[in-house]
């Protein structure tokens, strides 16, 4: 049971890792775009990563 909430965990902060990447490479106009700020970045990764 360790075991799978270890890679659970790993697995999230891989894609929060990849999350944050990806929206932190767009422009503001990009980001305007979707209807993110980029102060908002952050929350969204982190709650994409956990879907």
């Given at each position: 049971?360790?075991?799978?909430?270890?890679?659970?965990?790993?697995?999230?902060?891989?894609?929060?890792?990849?999350?944050?990447?990806?929206?932190?490479?767009?422009?503001?106009?990009?980001?305007?775009?979707?209807?993110?700020?980029?102060?908002?970045?952050?929350?969204?990764?982190?709650?994409?990563?956990r879907?």
């Amino acid at each position: 049971m360790f075991i799978a909430t270890l890679i659970r965990k790993i697995n999230e902060w891989t894609r929060y890792r990849r999350n944050i990447r990806e929206l932190g490479a767009l422009t503001d106009r990009e980001l305007a775009d979707i209807g993110i700020a980029r102060d908002e970045i952050g929350r969204i990764a982190r709650t994409g990563a956990r879907a």
